[in-house]
């Protein structure tokens, strides 16, 4: 299974912006797999929160970050990237990333967290706090 190395995590405060990013941790090309970020908070499951097809298909982001959340992806560099703006205490948690072949966006980000063959990283841990 595909493992991440994510980074970027810090204490923030609210309406700040952090930029996270994440790499496949064996170098495995990203070229053909559908990438996503998810986060889980203290308590709760993971959730997707920001995924992208490697077709040119429109991202899909949750509902809690649609606009303020932007998901991308460094071709050259293999790296994804999650921009995050106008952050919000209920957005702190760990982030994950995570990629699959074959799905779509949507799919991913709906599904991927209740597959028992998910593999996740060690995550990177966003505070967002006063």
């Known amino acids: 299974q595909l493992q991440f190395v994510e980074s970027g995590g810090a204490l923030v405060q609210p309406g700040g912006s952090l930029r996270l990013s994440c790499k496949p941790a064996?170098?495995?090309?990203?070229?053909?797999?559908?990438v996503g970020w998810f986060r889980q908070a203290p308590g709760k499951a993971i959730e997707g929160v920001s995924c992208?097809?490697?077709?040119?298909?429109?991202?899909f982001d949750a509902d809690s970050v649609s606009g303020r959340f932007t998901i991308s992806k460094d071709k050259d560099l293999n790296t994804v990237y999650l921009q995050m703006n106008d952050l919000k205490p209920e957005d702190t948690a760990v982030y994950y990333c995570?990629?699959?072949?074959?799905?779509?966006?949507?799919?991913?980000?709906?599904?991927?967290?209740?597959?028992?063959?998910?593999?996740w990283g060690q995550g990177t841990q966003v505070t967002v706090a006063s």
């Open positions: 995570a990629g699959q072949i074959g799905a779509t966006a949507r799919a991913m980000c709906r599904a991927y967290p209740t597959y028992s063959s998910a593999t």
């Open positions: 992208l097809n490697y077709l040119k298909e429109p991202t």
């Open positions: 064996s170098g495995l090309t990203l070229q053909y797999y559908t």
